[in-house]
């Protein structure tokens, strides 16, 4: 694996890291710009603007251009007509992976975000970007959004799935996209911050056997104290405080069999992360 490029590293994350008025700092940040002109219509422009505002200005939870990279060569390479992503955040992932599916003859790109107000920037970024006709923008828990574009039949079936939201509902939403049949052999999952803060719960049930996952379907509980515990440190990290997040408990379906493996890449700050991409092959048979 190359080396981190010090020269692009994002501010240092600080204990207060969004949802605290950057978010609206970084639209004037880059509309107030002298080359606003030039920036309109381009998605590398708008991308290179907010990697400016990280860089100088504050710490912003993006994808950033090392694991971009990593999810930009798999678009190509799956060459998706639907691509899915759950965390939207600013926009930054759906900027540069919209671009791609749009490039790879792709025709839609669903961001799912809960917060209604970063759901706004991320609709004028990517307005911006001239990426409007492309990428579509769902506000609501990613559970409902998903479910609700299921029963509007807009969601058929997902050829790609960035998850970059809540941690402990990776597991959740995949086992919901499961039940509903968008996620069948031949989908591929990409999941961001499997290192850093990890996500043991999720790695475990796309890197377990068919007969692993039915086992552990039967059990009356299938949370561990491991899964709790990193349920509750995502909690501490990346829900805003008082804030309730509700839990599916679709069964999914543990026949679909997953070649998964870890990609090792970088945070926007230097530190070490990863991106697990998780391929469905087949289904067995029960």
Do not use: W
Request: proline share 5%.
């Amino acid at each position: 694996m190359p080396e981190f490029d010090q020269s692009k590293a994002y501010t240092e994350q600080e204990e207060v890291f969004f949802d605290d008025g950057r978010e609206i700092e970084l639209l004037h940040f880059v509309y107030g710009r002298a080359d606003i002109d030039q920036i309109r219509g381009n998605p590398a422009r708008v991308l290179q603007a907010i990697d400016e505002y990280g860089r100088t200005k504050k710490y912003l939870m993006n994808v950033g251009e090392d694991k971009g990279k990593i999810v930009t060569d798999l678009i190509a390479e799956v060459k998706p007509q639907t691509m899915v992503e759950l965390g939207g955040y600013i926009g930054y992932s759906c900027i540069l992976f919209g671009d791609a599916v749009r490039k790879a003859g792709g025709k839609r790109y669903y961001s799912l975000e809960r917060n209604p107000e970063f759901g706004a920037v991320i609709g004028s970024l990517v307005h911006l970007a001239g990426l409007s006709d492309v990428v579509k923008v769902e506000i609501g828990s990613s559970d409902a959004s998903l479910k609700r574009l299921y029963d509007e039949g807009l969601l058929k079936h997902i050829d790609l799935m960035f998850l970059d939201h809540y941690k402990p509902a990776y597991t959740t939403d995949l086992k919901l996209c499961e039940e509903l049949k968008i996620v069948t052999p031949g989908s591929v999952l990409a999941a961001d911050n499997v290192i850093t803060p990890g996500n043991p719960p999720y790695l475990e049930y796309v890197r377990s056997s068919v007969a692993e996952k039915r086992k552990k379907a039967e059990q009356p509980n299938g949370e561990s104290a491991p899964d709790a515990r990193m349920a509750a440190r995502s909690i501490n990290q990346y829900a805003k405080r008082g804030e309730s997040t509700s839990l599916g408990s679709s069964p999914g379906n543990p026949n679909l069999v997953y070649d998964s493996k870890l990609v090792n890449s970088f945070e926007p700050t230097g530190v070490p992360d990863g991106v697990e991409i998780s391929r469905c092959v087949s289904e067995e048979k029960e």
